[in-house]
């Protein structure tokens, strides 16, 4: 078994179309912001990731399924965990709900592929990396 690792986001004007439901591009900031934390709550906050490991993690594929709308003033809950570990990618799995609520809005994943920050050749995911993720990987 996993963990999820969940933020919580409002939906905001900003977010929204002239309907007051989410338009689809908020959902990729959403899925970034979950991301974001989750590699700082496991103590790799990107400016350590990049310095220390010395890869980026450029997105080569975004997939993403839209269930039901979510609308103007929602608190949507956000949850992400690591769906598979490839030698140089990893794919990210994203869920959405509304606060309290088990009922899937949309998901998605992503896939990440390392590569050097010098050359952008690819290499394989840094072991520091898998290590830090295990609990929040899919077994």
């Known amino acids: 078994m996993h963990q999820k690792y969940t933020i ?17 591009g908020a959902y990729i900031r959403f899925f970034e912001f979950a991301e974001t934390e989750l590699f700082r709550a496991v103590g790799l906050p990107y400016s350590v990731m990049f310095d220390e490991l ?44 509304r606060k309290g609520d088990t009922l899937v809005i949309a998901d998605a994943h992503f896939v990440l592929v390392a590569v050097r920050r010098d050359t952008f050749e690819t290499v394989p995911i840094p072991a520091e990396l898998r290590e830090r993720l295990a609990p929040f990987t899919k077994s």
């Not at 939906?11 to 007051?20: C, E, F, L």
């Not at 975004?62 to 269930?67: G, I, S, V």
């Not at 003033?73 to 869920?95: A, C, I, T, Y």
């Open 54 to 97: 010395d890869v980026w993690l450029p997105r080569v594929h975004l997939e993403c399924d839209f269930h039901h709308a979510a609308q103007l003033d929602d608190l949507l809950e956000v949850s992400v965990f690591v769906g598979r570990f490839g030698n140089k990618s990893m794919r990210l799995d994203f869920e959405v709900r």
């Open 8 to 24: 919580e986001e409002r939906v905001r004007w900003g977010d929204v179309d002239a309907a007051s439901i989410i338009f689809y």
